[in-house]
């Protein structure tokens, strides 16, 4: 089975502009959740989305947003980039339901905002 | 709220030595308990994961970790470590609310750095 993919891999943008990321889960993968990781902050949760609706978000301004499509494909999108933002924005997939199966995460997208 | 730490940001160990990565965590219920591993550009990668049952869960690579619900935490152990072992260990917690979904909260991160 082919792993979670996400696209691009790195990405450079200005301050002030929007970003759209995407994600392809582990076929048969309902839930997709979004993290970002910077050596300041470590790991923090962005949102899920669970079989198109979003289904938990993090504390994250409203900039950031996402979305899951029919085949639970996912983008997240944030708009008016800060130089804060600069991260690497992990996706993770996972069976969904309760929440007791593992997550699979993806290689990340490494956003750099200058 | 639940809450994960990971007492030491480092931890270096002789290869052939015994590897241990603490982890003590907080959460309102019971909890969902997993340890991932990141290698340098990499995503995370699932080792093993606590839901119920035996205390003592056996993952990849040789790894295994402890539960102990008394001092709320689950050590990530590996008896005999190998220099490729060296990379990012982050503990993860969810909180058995279905309203939580597939939120994790980690810790900060051990790097363990294992020397021949």
């Known amino acids: 089975k082919a792993g979670v993919t996400q696209t691009p891999r790195y990405l450079i943008k200005t301050r002030g502009q929007q970003v759209t990321l995407s994600c392809s889960p582990i076929s048969g993968h309902r839930s997709v959740s979004w993290y970002q990781q910077t050596p300041g902050q470590g790991l923090q949760f962005l949102f899920e989305y669970f079989s198109e609706t979003q289904r938990n978000k993090g504390n994250f301004p409203g900039r950031f947003s996402g979305r899951q499509f029919s085949n639970s494909r996912s983008e997240m999108n944030v708009s008016t980039l800060e130089l804060g933002d600069s991260a690497l924005y992990l996706c993770?997939?996972?069976?969904?339901?309760?929440?007791?199966?593992?997550?699979?995460f993806g290689p990340g997208t490494r956003l750099t905002v200058t | 709220a639940q809450s994960v730490a990971q007492p030491e940001d480092q931890v270096n160990v002789a290869e052939g030595n015994p590897l241990t990565v603490k982890c003590t965590y907080s959460v309102s219920g019971n909890p969902y308990l997993f340890w991932y591993v990141q290698y340098p550009n990499r995503g995370l990668q699932f080792l093993l994961k606590y839901i119920t049952g035996d205390n003592l869960v056996k993952g990849s690579y040789g790894f295994e970790a402890e539960f102990n619900k008394s001092q709320t935490s689950f050590h990530l152990k590996k008896p005999s470590a190998l220099v490729s072992d060296s990379a990012l260990y982050f503990c993860?917690?969810?909180?058995?609310?279905?309203?939580?979904?597939?939120?994790?909260?980690f810790g900060g991160g051990t790097r363990v750095l294992v020397k021949p």
């Open positions: 993770a997939s996972s069976l969904g339901g309760q929440g007791n199966y593992e997550q699979y």
């Open positions: 993860a917690v969810r909180d058995i609310l279905k309203a939580a979904g597939n939120k994790l909260t």
